[in-house]
């Protein structure tokens, strides 16, 4: 079993940046994908960015690439996104996730994420 907190949300203005971050209990921190996902009101969950746990590669969804950046510090059991730039639209509860699987085949759906953190809100003001 994994649990997942994240922290760091908050109220932020148009431009501006936030960090969030995502700490993991357990010892397999290291060998789990992790992604973050995030939910706007009455929308679906959508796909942010992924980290692998080998290689480190890195996954975005296309319109959030240059602005968003996942890493993760295996020391820490914790995985971070970082937010420049942050507009309105991005407004949303953000969610972190764990995956145990070795292929990154669906990294970018929900379904691919055994666990998930209780999310945390972002809103952005215009």
């Known amino acids: 079993q994994v649990q997942l907190v994240e922290s760091g949300g908050g109220l932020v203005q148009a431009g501006g940046s936030l960090r969030l971050s995502c700490a993991a209990s357990g010892r397999t921190f290291s060998t789990y994908v992790m992604g973050w996902f995030r939910q706007a009101p009455g929308k679906e969950r959508d796909f942010v960015a992924a980290?692998?746990?080998?290689?480190?590669?890195?996954y975005y969804a296309d319109s959030l690439k240059g602005r968003f950046t996942i890493s993760r510090d295996n020391a820490k059991n914790t995985v971070y996104l970082q937010m420049n730039s942050l507009k309105p639209e991005d407004t949303a509860v953000y969610y972190c996730a764990s995956s145990p699987r070795i292929s990154g085949f669906g990294i970018a759906t929900t379904g691919f994420y055994d666990y998930w953190g209780q999310g945390t809100q972002v809103t952005v003001s215009s």
């Open positions: 980290i692998t746990s080998s290689s480190g590669s890195t």
